[in-house]
C-alpha cells in the first residue's frame, strides 16, 4: 500500500498550502496589501500539481479498482470525480479573482480564496475519512500491486522523479514569495537544482561513540555509519542525545570514548576546526546566527576555509536558492524571522561545501508552509549526491526521506533499518509517529 502513503503525504502538501492561503486571506482582510506573484505561484502549484497529476492518478487507479471491488462507493466516487473534474474551472475563476482584486474587489478575492480551500479540505478529509478505509477494506493484494506499480514508476512523466522534481520546485516558489508571516516573505523565487547522483562508499564510520556532561553520560556507546551520498535521519524524544551526538561528531562536544572515522581518516582528536576543513559542516539546532552581523557575514564566515576565489561563486549559488537572503543580504541577521533564519543557517553551512552535512532540528519551531519547505530544501540537496545526517523530533518527515535510519533512546541507539523500514516498525510508529 505504498501508494496510500503517498497520497497521505500529498494531501498534507495540499493542507499545508491551503492552511497558508486562508491566513495570507486573513491578512488582506486586516488591510494587508496582495501579492499577485504569491498566488500566481500557489495556482501554478495547484494546476500543475493537483489537477494535472494528483488527481489523474487518483482517476485512473484507486477510484477505478474502489469502483470495481465495491457497490457502496458509487456515490462517494461520483462526488469525488467531481471535485477533479472541476478543478481547472475553479482555479480560472480564482485567477480571474485575483486580477479583479487589483482594480478593488479585495473582499470577494478573499472569499473565493476561502471557499476554495474549504472545498479542498473538505475533499481530502473525504478520502482520508472514507476512501482511503473503504479502500484497504475491498482492495485485493493484485489490485494494490497494480497500484503501487503505477505510483512507483519513476520513469512516467506523470509519477517519475522529474515531475517529483517540478513539484518540489514550483512549492519552493511558493514558499519564498510568501508573505513573511507564513513564509520566506522574498520578492522572487528560488531555484533548487538538482546535481550529481550519489555514490555508496562509507564516508563515515562512528564506533563505541561515548560522551558525557561531568558525570552523567549523554552517549553510551554509539556506532553508526553514512554512506557517501546517503541521507540517514537521527530519530527519537527530547533529550535522547541526537544534538549531542552532532556535536561530538563536528568535534564540538568532547568524547570519552570511542572513535570517529571519517573517509578513511581516524579525525577522533582532531579539533572542530579541523574536522571543517575535511567538510563536516554543521548547521545547529536553534539556528544560531550571528545576530547583530549582517546576512551576508554570517554566510562569508561559513566560507572562512574556503579558498577566496570561490566564495562569491558560492555566495550566488545560496541567493539563487534563497533569494530573501540577498534581498536582505546586508541586514542584521537578527531581524530575519525564524524561517529566514533556519535557511541563512543552512547557507551557512552549505558555504563550507560540505562533503557531509549535519542537521539539527532543522524544522524546529517553524510555520507548517516552513516546515515542507525545510525537508524539500533537503530532498534537492540529497538528489545533488550531499552526505546528510538528519536529526529531527518530527520523526516520520525525517525518516519517509532517508535511505537510512537510527533511532535514539537515552544516549543508545535501540533500532536502525531503511527509513521505510522504521516508518513501518509498530514500536516507531507507536513511540514515534503517533499511530
Same mark, same amino acid.
Given at each position: 500500500?505504498?501508494?496510500?502513503?503517498? /497520497?497521505?503525504? @500529498?494531501? #498534507?502538501? =495540499?493542507?499545508?498550502? *491551503?492552511?497558508? +492561503?486562508?491566513?495570507? !486571506? %486573513?491578512?488582506?482582510?486586516?488591510?494587508?496589501?496582495?501579492?499577485?506573484?504569491?498566488?500566481?505561484?500557489?495556482?501554478?502549484?495547484?494546476?500543475?500539481?493537483?489537477?494535472?497529476?494528483?488527481?489523474?492518478?487518483?482517476?485512473?487507479?484507486?477510484?477505478?479498482?474502489?469502483?470495481?471491488?465495491?457497490?457502496?462507493?458509487?456515490?462517494?466516487?461520483?462526488?469525488?470525480?467531481?471535485?477533479?473534474?472541476?478543478?481547472?474551472?475553479?482555479?480560472?475563476?480564482?485567477?480571474?479573482?485575483?486580477?479583479?482584486?487589483?482594480?478593488?474587489?479585495?473582499?470577494?478575492?478573499?472569499?473565493?480564496?476561502?471557499?476554495?480551500?474549504?472545498?479542498?479540505?473538505?475533499? /481530502?478529509?473525504? @478520502?482520508? #475519512?472514507? =476512501?482511503?478505509?473503504? *479502500?484497504?477494506? +475491498?482492495?485485493?493484494? !493484485? %489490485?494494490?500491486?497494480?497500484?503501487?506499480?503505477?505510483?512507483?514508476?519513476?520513469?512516467?512523466?506523470?509519477?517519475?522523479?522529474?515531475?517529483?522534481?517540478?513539484?518540489?520546485?514550483?512549492?519552493?516558489?511558493?514558499?519564498?514569495?510568501?508573505?513573511?508571516?507564513?513564509?520566506?516573505?522574498?520578492?522572487?523565487?528560488?531555484?533548487?537544482?538538482?546535481?550529481?547522483?550519489?555514490?555508496?562508499?562509507?564516508?563515515?564510520?562512528?564506533?563505541?561513540?561515548?560522551?558525557?556532561?561531568?558525570?552523567?553520560?549523554?552517549?553510551?556507546?554509539?556506532?553508526?555509519?553514512?554512506?557517501?551520498?546517503?541521507?540517514?535521519?537521527?530519530?527519537?524524544?527530547?533529550?535522547?542525545?541526537?544534538?549531542?551526538?552532532?556535536?561530538?561528531?563536528?568535534?564540538?562536544?568532547?568524547?570519552?570514548?570511542?572513535?570517529?572515522?571519517?573517509?578513511?581518516?581516524?579525525?577522533?582528536?582532531?579539533?572542530?576546526?579541523?574536522?571543517?576543513?575535511?567538510?563536516?559542516?554543521?548547521?545547529?539546532?536553534?539556528?544560531?546566527?550571528?545576530?547583530?552581523?549582517?546576512?551576508?557575514?554570517?554566510?562569508?564566515?561559513?566560507?572562512?576555509?574556503?579558498?577566496?576565489?570561490?566564495?562569491?561563486?558560492?555566495?550566488?549559488?545560496?541567493?539563487?536558492?534563497?533569494?530573501?537572503?540577498?534581498?536582505?543580504?546586508?541586514?542584521?541577521?537578527?531581524?530575519?524571522?525564524?524561517?529566514?533564519?533556519?535557511?541563512?543557517?543552512?547557507?551557512?553551512?552549505?558555504?563550507?561545501?560540505?562533503?557531509?552535512?549535519?542537521?539539527?532540528?532543522?524544522?524546529?519551531?517553524?510555520?507548517?508552509?516552513?516546515?515542507?519547505?525545510?525537508?524539500?530544501?533537503?530532498?534537492?540537496?540529497?538528489?545533488?549526491?550531499?552526505?546528510?545526517?538528519?536529526?529531527?523530533?518530527?520523526?516520520?518527515?525525517?525518516?519517509?526521506?532517508?535511505?537510512?535510519?537510527?533511532?535514539?533512546?537515552?544516549?543508545?541507539?535501540?533500532?536502525?533499518?531503511?527509513?521505510?523500514?522504521?516508518?513501518?516498525?509498530?514500536?516507531?510508529?507507536?513511540?514515534?509517529?503517533?499511530?
Amino acid at each position: 500500500m505504498q501508494a496510500i502513503q503517498i /497520497i497521505q503525504e @500529498e494531501h #498534507r502538501k =495540499l493542507w499545508r498550502v *491551503a492552511i497558508t +492561503v486562508d491566513s495570507v !486571506a %486573513d491578512e488582506i482582510d486586516a488591510g494587508s496589501a496582495i501579492t499577485p506573484a504569491f498566488f500566481e505561484a500557489v495556482f501554478d502549484y495547484i494546476e500543475t500539481f493537483v489537477d494535472q497529476a494528483h488527481h489523474p492518478k487518483e482517476d485512473g487507479y484507486l477510484f477505478r479498482l474502489v469502483r470495481q471491488r465495491s457497490d457502496k462507493a458509487e456515490a462517494l466516487l461520483a462526488s469525488l470525480e467531481a471535485d477533479h473534474q472541476g478543478g481547472p474551472q475553479r482555479l480560472q475563476a480564482l485567477r480571474a479573482s485575483l486580477a479583479r482584486a487589483g482594480q478593488g474587489e479585495r473582499a470577494a478575492f478573499t472569499q473565493a480564496l476561502r471557499a476554495y480551500t474549504e472545498g479542498l479540505k473538505r475533499h /481530502i478529509r473525504l @478520502e482520508e #475519512r472514507e =476512501l482511503i478505509p473503504l *479502500a484497504k477494506e +475491498v482492495l485485493l493484494e !493484485a %489490485d494494490w500491486q497494480e497500484i503501487d506499480q503505477a505510483f512507483l514508476n519513476n520513469k512516467d512523466p506523470l509519477f517519475g522523479d522529474q515531475a517529483r522534481e517540478e513539484y518540489r520546485e514550483l512549492y519552493h516558489r511558493i514558499v519564498a514569495l510568501a508573505p513573511e508571516s507564513v513564509g520566506l516573505g522574498s520578492q522572487s523565487a528560488g531555484e533548487l537544482k538538482k546535481g550529481a547522483a550519489p555514490k555508496q562508499e562509507v564516508l563515515l564510520k562512528v564506533s563505541a561513540m561515548e560522551s558525557c556532561y561531568g558525570r552523567i553520560k549523554a552517549l553510551k556507546g554509539i556506532d553508526l555509519e553514512v554512506r557517501r551520498g546517503e541521507t540517514v535521519a537521527l530519530v527519537g524524544a527530547n533529550g535522547a542525545g541526537k544534538t549531542t551526538f552532532l556535536r561530538a561528531v563536528s568535534g564540538v562536544q568532547p568524547m570519552s570514548a570511542g572513535s570517529v572515522q571519517f573517509d578513511g581518516e581516524d579525525i577522533s582528536r582532531l579539533r572542530s576546526d579541523m574536522r571543517m576543513r575535511r567538510g563536516i559542516c554543521q548547521s545547529p539546532e536553534g539556528r544560531q546566527v550571528f545576530g547583530p552581523l549582517t546576512i551576508e557575514d554570517n554566510l562569508r564566515l561559513g566560507a572562512y576555509t574556503q579558498p577566496k576565489n570561490q566564495v562569491e561563486g558560492d555566495l550566488e549559488k545560496i541567493f539563487a536558492m534563497f533569494p530573501i537572503l540577498k534581498e536582505k543580504r546586508k541586514l542584521p541577521a537578527g531581524t530575519l524571522s525564524g524561517g529566514q533564519q533556519q535557511m541563512l543557517a543552512i547557507g551557512r553551512a552549505l558555504m563550507g561545501r560540505p562533503r557531509l552535512l549535519l542537521l539539527d532540528e532543522p524544522s524546529m519551531g517553524l510555520a507548517p508552509l516552513l516546515v515542507e519547505e525545510v525537508f524539500n530544501v533537503i530532498k534537492t540537496l540529497k538528489a545533488q549526491g550531499m552526505s546528510i545526517i538528519l536529526a529531527e523530533q518530527n520523526a516520520f518527515a525525517a525518516l519517509a526521506i532517508a535511505d537510512r535510519g537510527y533511532v535514539m533512546e537515552t544516549g543508545r541507539i535501540t533500532l536502525s533499518g531503511t527509513g521505510q523500514e522504521l516508518i513501518h516498525n509498530e514500536q516507531v510508529r507507536a513511540a514515534y509517529l503517533g499511530m
